[in-house]
């Protein structure tokens, strides 16, 4: 019963806090684009926050530059449990363009935290990172939440 | 008070309630538009291993080149294999296949084909758009051959895919050099017949040099040169007597040589030209006085316009090639002294 009613609460009220690993901003600014009118993130019960310890879901953009390497996992560590990752465009995944041959990006994201979910891209459309939140987000959320940690 | 009452009305209404409910984003917005370039699709069967999609792409994990193994009765087919989580859309790898049709597609991309004719010509007829006049006589002897020669842009424009290379259009050329017959071939021998004409033909002016000084301002100065000498040397490097006579021609037709004379009397070893010299060619030595070095001198005309005492000369050369024949041809030279000013 009270399972239930948390799992109803924790899907209709997502929060999402962006995380930019030093990538070339495009990424961010679809995430941005997702938030205006036109798209309008907040029909769906997804709130942006800026503060890790809000967040359910954070979202991971950039190729994971020299100074994030350690920043990324306290930031991870700061998300309370539920937590979910979702990696948005290829920096992450891969480094993309920015993973050259003596360049000092630590691509992928993986190595450092668990992701949940990936967009691939470069950048992605706002509407494969909506569809990307909302498939990852709410069951996971969910299910994490009655798994006993 | 009347808004209000409207306000209230609108409220009321069920298609209000309706909306209000079920507010979405208009699916129009969500769906991906048919402009969209998306992440390229491999076509296997076409792909020729040329590996250009691979050179061409920015992405260092975007593309590889794969081989399945041979079969016993078949070889092995090459294709590119996408990586969508390195692939960045730019759609390069479609732009450069040069397959028909492409092994890879991606949004709208078309190849661009260099032009180029499929005829065994070694020249290449181009049109200098600075010098033609536009009279059309090119067009008219191009008849025959139909859309090589066209205007565009009220410009004359050879399309080299279609020209044929007989060499109508410079014939009936009322401008010369208006129509250039390029020899595509022997570039390298080429260049070297232009080096050794113009410095014979710098070694020959500075040979008169004691004669140039002596100029009055508004005098010139002719040399006849016999081109004999020029033709027997261009032979050792290539033995192409056209290729030599229409290099030649276009030298003297376009050479315009400035010449440096020294006048060692007149120094007054004032210094004033060493600093200014921006190669280092003129230097002062306290036994020697103002020495110039003829190899580093770069003809600038810096020291010219420098020295008060006129040790410097500058002279401009000109060249015409009087007879276009091999055996007699001459090149008559023309120098004249510069109007640049003096600086005071």
Known sequence: MLDGLKDIIRKSSIHVCLVSTGGCNGCDIEVVALLSPRYDLEQYGIYVTNNPREADVVLVTGAVTEQWRDKLERIFAKVPDPKIVVAIGNCPLSGDVFNQEGGSVYAPVSDYIPVDAEVSGCPPRPTEILAAILSAGPDAIAAKGRQKV | ?344
């Open chain 2, 1 to 344: 008070m009347s808004s209000v009452i409207w306000y209230l009305y609108e409220f009321a209404r069920k298609s209000w309630a309706e909306k209000f409910t079920a507010a979405k984003t208009d699916s129009e917005i969500m769906e991906v538009p048919s402009r969209f370039r998306d992440f390229p699709e491999v076509r296997k069967e076409y792909c020729i291993a040329c590996g250009a999609c691979t050179a061409a792409c920015p992405a260092p994990m975007a593309i590889k080149l794969v081989r399945t193994s041979d079969s016993a009765h078949e070889d092995g087919i090459t294709y590119p294999v996408i990586n969508n989580r390195g692939c960045i859309r730019c759609g390069f790898c479609a732009e450069v296949c040069p397959t028909d049709p492409k092994t890879l597609l991606c949004g709208e991309n078309h190849l661009i084909r260099e032009e180029f004719t499929i005829l065994p010509v070694d020249k290449m007829f181009v049109i200098d758009d600075y010098l033609c006049i536009r009279c059309k006589k090119c067009l008219k002897a191009c008849s025959e051959v139909a859309g090589a020669i066209s205007e565009v842009d009220k410009k004359m424009v050879i399309d080299q895919s279609k020209c044929i290379g007989c060499g109508e259009c410079i014939k009936n050329c009322p401008v010369k050099g208006a129509v250039k017959g390029i020899y595509i071939n022997n570039v390298e021998e080429q260049k070297e017949i232009i080096n050794m004409v113009v410095d014979t033909l710098e070694a020959r002016i500075e040979a008169d040099q004691d004669k140039i000084k002596k100029l009055a301002p508004e005098e010139v100065y002719k040399i006849d040169y016999p081109i004999d000498d020029l033709v027997k040397k261009a032979r050792e490097i290539i033995p192409n007597d056209e290729l030599i006579r229409d290099s030649i021609e276009k030298i003297t037709d376009r050479l315009k040589m400035r010449i440096l004379t020294w006048d060692d009397e007149k120094c007054t070893n004032c210094r004033l030209c060493t600093s200014e010299c921006p190669s280092g060619a003129i230097t002062y030595d306290k036994e020697k006085g103002v020495q110039r070095n003829p190899d580093k001198c770069l003809k600038c005309s810096i020291c010219y316009q420098t020295c008060p005492f006129g040790v410097a000369g500058l002279y401009v050369a000109r060249f015409l090639l009087s007879d276009t024949s091999l055996k007699d041809g001459v090149i008559q030279i023309t120098l004249k002294p510069s109007q640049l000013p003096i600086r005071s």
